[in-house]
């Protein structure tokens, strides 16, 4: 065939670039425009020649050809894009009254009504696209709206996403060399989604939560070619700049867009009066779920660009925008059973089974009821007909039943009085809604503690997932977190994964990984005692708290010997933490394993790293917010610096709290630090702190 082509076109270039721009235009009809001109068995030859004409001609390689949008395998991690200028969060009007209210202040502070432009809001995830004298150059996730991800290798593979500007885009352009950055959302299609979930089903694997997530997923995956397969597309609605464009507003700006090839949403309205604002949002929201992707309300900006730099943003927020966002959606199933979970602390959570159906994006078969109370407060039934929505569009929860169809002779539920997991009592203790199975061997619950010690925060075993460790409780190689240091090499290369080989044989766990989850598991070892007293799975007793009762008595004797008055007197912790600490220290069960942990190595007591450096920030407590882009600490480090000073860091703003440490982008804590008169500290105070160890100086 190449030489065939050789014989048929005397310049090979011309032609493989006439077929480029042929892909292109047809590209765009289908894409921009969704008025295709050519079959897609016309299409499919075109790309066909294209790829035998470049392979017979390498030196005419260009990386924007339609050819190149799979590329080869990225094996480093994504590279941070700083954006050309920040992207914004919006405001959200939770509400066609607050949408209102957003407009009479728009028209109080402009002096009138001005023109409106309304857009549908894709339910996806941000990207940022960069072009330099027409060419796709780069192209990044939105980040935390100052620094994305590098995802140009996986959004070439999208196929809506022009790899070069058509010529006649030029014209409206400041400078048609010069870099511009577009902004917009890649999204899964329903159908898409759908598809992508089966097949994660058909292999045993979980599928994703909704599109909005399936898409950000796909976007981050290593290797391009799994994008490709993901079957994403795009809508691009927004720039880095507007004075890179020779148009005065949103809606030229988006027909800009759609001339230069991409794709833009249709459901566009330029609205001359409220009356028209409201009707496309009541209209939008009636065709939600008829869309072939997810929307999850509208975006109203000011048209006129003028007028929006004269408005300008808030801290996190444009004054000229806002986001209408829909009332979660509601959908009627039938309610098949409700069946009891039992927690790693041992609480017992009814959850409703219910007949599938697709809410918000993504198909619901379950939803928790919380506790008895629950159940009897919504007073719902097997065999009712129930009203199901997701709390803020991610959350599967059950409204309460529609009485009219409660068939005849459903009866009221209650809790067993026997643990499902093991069959033990179960006690409700005074003050509490929870319903707990009150031993320690129970099966449910030692899967849980298992996972748990094994977690991140906790003991940090990397390889000891929720599928390996499932694993070795039903081989019974483990009953108790002390079990996983009696495990040996051969133990676990040795353990069936319960799947098989082409050839029909038992896959095991292998050497490769047996070896690496030892050596974890002796690193496990010195994580420190707070590690260990998270990693147990005290009730009450979460991260922080592990933190404060290690500082206190840092070692297991010292702790064991400790009266619940000595515990309740923590800063922090109070009578019901110290009463579960001590009651968990004193229980023989407990006891044992703990023993058994000591007698195996395990490190019961705080590592002193060093000489401890003055606690010359005891009693003051921080608040972190925004990136530490000057140093580069996250903000995990950035708090262990802290507390190594002996200061307290806390997740939330109050009267109480002694300074905020705010650093790019950052968000609403700093704002209500304002709002409360807390004194703020740039990032610049802040490493002040850290290499002096003094604290901030007055005001």
């Known amino acids: 065939m190449p030489d065939q082509q050789q014989s048929l076109f005397e310049n090979p270039e011309e032609r493989i670039e006439a077929l480029r721009r042929e892909i292109e235009h047809n590209s765009y009809l289908y894409y921009a425009k969704d008025a295709p001109a050519i079959s897609d068995a016309a299409f499919d030859s075109l790309m066909r020649e294209l790829r035998e004409m470049e392979a017979a001609h390498p030196e005419f390689y260009d990386a924007n050809s339609p050819t190149q949008r799979v590329g080869g395998y990225v094996g480093e991690q994504f590279t941070p894009v ?176 759609r001339e230069a090839g991409f794709h833009v949403n249709p459901d566009v309205k330029l609205c001359a009066t409220r009356d028209e604002v409201m009707e496309f949002c009541r209209s939008a929201l009636e065709k939600r779920g008829s869309l072939p992707y997810e929307i999850d309300g509208v975006v109203v900006k000011v048209n006129e660009f003028a007028i929006q730099d004269r408005m300008g943003f808030t801290a996190r927020a444009p004054r000229w925008a806002i986001a209408y966002k829909f009332p979660p959606e509601e959908k009627t199933t039938l309610l098949r059973d409700i069946t009891v979970q039992v927690g790693r602390t041992g609480a017992l959570t009814p959850v409703a089974e219910l007949e599938p159906v697709r809410v918000a994006g993504s198909t619901v078969a379950r939803a928790t009821l919380h506790n008895e109370d629950e159940v009897h407060r919504k007073d719902v039934r097997v065999g009712d007909t129930v009203i199901v929505r997701k709390a803020g ?58 996972v748990h010690w094994a977690s991140r925060g906790a003991m940090d075993i990397e390889g000891l997932g929720v599928e390996v460790i499932g694993r070795l409780l039903e081989s019974e190689r483990v009953a108790d977190v002390a079990d996983y240091y009696n495990l040996t090499e051969y133990d676990l290369a040795t353990l069936d994964m319960g799947r098989m080989n082409k050839e029909g044989e038992a896959i095991h766990l292998g050497p490769v990984m047996a070896k690496k989850i030892i050596a974890e598991l002796d690193a496990s070892k010195r994580r420190g005692f707070a590690r260990v007293l998270f990693g147990l799975g005290i009730r009450h007793v979460g991260k922080t708290t592990a933190e404060a009762v290690a500082r206190e008595f840092p070692d297991i004797e010292k702790l064991r010997a400790a009266s619940e008055e000595q515990l309740a007197a923590i800063d922090g912790i109070g009578g019901i933490i110290a009463h579960s600490i001590y009651l968990f220290l004193r229980t023989p069960q407990n006891e044992r394993v703990i023993d058994r942990l000591i007698s195996m190595g395990v490190s019961m007591a705080e590592e002193q790293r060093g000489e401890q450096k003055p606690q010359t920030l005891a009693g003051m407590t921080f608040v972190l917010t925004g990136s530490l882009v000057q140093s580069g600490m996250t903000r995990t480090e950035a708090g262990d610096a802290l507390k190594g000073l002996g200061a307290k860091v806390s997740g939330s703003v109050s009267k109480k709290t002694s300074y905020v440490v705010a650093g790019e982008a950052a968000g609403s804590k700093y704002d209500k630090a304002v709002a409360l008169g807390v004194p703020v500290l740039d990032e610049a105070a802040f490493l002040h702190v850290l290499e002096t160890g003094e604290p901030p100086a007055s005001e």
């Open 82 to 257: 700083v954006h050309a200028s920040r992207m914004y969060s919006l405001d959200d009007a939770m509400g066609l009254e607050e949408l209102d209210a957003w407009i009479d202040r728009t028209i109080e502070a402009l002096g009138g009504f001005v023109p409106l432009c309304c857009e549908l809001k894709i339910d996806g995830s941000g990207i940022a696209l960069t072009y330099e004298d027409g060419r796709l150059v780069r192209a990044s996730t939105r980040g935390d709206g100052t620094t994305g991800e590098d995802v140009t290798a996986n959004i070439r593979t999208i196929k809506d996403v022009p790899l070069r500007l058509r010529e006649r885009s030029a014209e409206l352009l400041a400078d048609p060399e010069a870099a511009i950055e577009l902004r917009g959302e890649a999204y899964m299609p329903k159908s898409s989604f759908d598809k992508l979930n089966a097949a994660a089903e058909a292999n045993g694997k979980d599928g994703f939560a909704n599109p909005r997530n399936a898409a950000a997923g796909s976007l981050r995956q290593k290797d391009p070619g799994i994008t490709a397969h993901r079957d994403l597309s795009t809508f691009i609605y927004a720039t880095a700049s507007n004075s890179s464009f020779d148009v005065s507003g949103q809606w030229e700006l988006l027909e800009w867009m």
């Open 393 to 450: 569009d991610v959350i599967p929860e059950v409204l309460g039943p529609v009485l009219s169809l409660r068939p005849d002779g459903a009866s009221a539920w209650s809790m067993p009085s026997a643990c499902p997991s093991c069959g033990s009592p179960v006690v409700r203790e005074e003050g509490e809604a929870a319903y707990r199975c009150v031993s320690i061997d129970c099966p449910a619950q030692a899967h849980e503690r298992l």
